[in-house]
């Protein structure tokens, strides 16, 4: 399985793009980031899209994304998945005529470039010979953390926006994992607001770490605010991990 980091920032400045991740050039783990990274024949491949939660950079990609689509007026269309609370979010506040037009109507109702899919944290779903699990994490809005089983039997873990939880590694647990990429948003002295907002830092992280029974042989950090980044690299690299690494928007994961 093979992961392609198009975005694994906090916040957006340039050179730093909002998390997404896009495996096999078929399935994205969230969409902070499509347009700016993907060329049109690239976007083309995408089939699914999993979404962590319903904050704006988690889902940025997916209105031009879409349109991009519809101007090549082939048929092609975009399956959106996560919680059934998030994809209410997506509709009621998005895709809803306003903000943005109801592709679940375009170009037709019966053939639409955009679908949404429940996903039960009860079940797992198959997605084109992926197994993909999704469990609740902690966050201030309805959010999902993923477990995606590749066609080689790998598995990877995503927490998509957290604070401090435990239903998510619970699932985990009963998982052999080849790599789990984890958010720290804010810097140790803002675990107040990292705690209120749901997010970690990496003392909070390092506390994550131990609900593990086994450490997977790879832990990658997303999500960190760059304006943070000096103070988010240190305080990792303090946490005296071999095997942690802070990604970078492009990175290819092999598992
Ligand atoms: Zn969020
Ligand atoms: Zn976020």
Redesign the pocket.
């Known amino acids: 399985m093979r992961i392609r980091v198009l975005g694994s920032s906090?916040?957006e400045v340039p050179g730093h793009n909002?998390?997404a991740f896009l495996i096999d050039d078929e399935i994205l783990m969230?969409a902070?980031t499509i347009g700016l990274s993907l060329t049109n024949d690239q976007q083309w491949k995408i089939n699914y899209i999993l979404i962590?939660?319903s904050?704006?950079?988690?889902i940025k990609g997916i209105p031009f994304l879409l349109d991009n689509i519809v101007i090549r007026n082939k048929k092609h269309d975009i399956t959106v998945m996560s919680g059934k609370d998030v994809l209410s979010d997506l509709k009621k506040n998005v895709m809803n005529d306003r903000i943005w037009p109801d592709f679940t109507k375009i170009p037709n109702k019966k053939n639409p470039v955009l679908k949404f899919k429940a996903i039960n944290p009860n079940r797992s779903v198959n997605i084109n010979g992926y197994k993909v699990l999704c469990e609740k994490v902690t966050?201030s809005v309805p959010a999902y953390g993923y477990i995606v089983v590749g066609k080689n039997g790998k598995a990877v873990a995503y927490t998509?926006?957290t604070g401090p939880t435990d239903l998510f590694w619970k699932k985990v647990n009963g998982i052999d994992l080849c790599c789990l990429i984890i958010?720290v948003?804010f810097p140790n002295r803002q675990s107040k607001l990292a705690i209120a907002s749901g997010?970690l830092t990496a003392s909070l992280l390092k506390k994550e770490l131990k609900k593990l029974e086994t450490l997977p042989s790879k832990v990658y950090i997303t999500?960190a605010k760059p304006q943070f980044m000096k103070d988010i690299k240190k305080e990792v690299k303090e946490l005296g991990m071999n095997n942690i690494e802070i990604l970078q928007d492009n990175k290819i994961i092999t598992v």
């Open positions: 906090g916040s909002l998390p969230d902070g962590s939660h904050h704006l950079d988690h966050h998509g926006d958010e948003s997010h999500h």
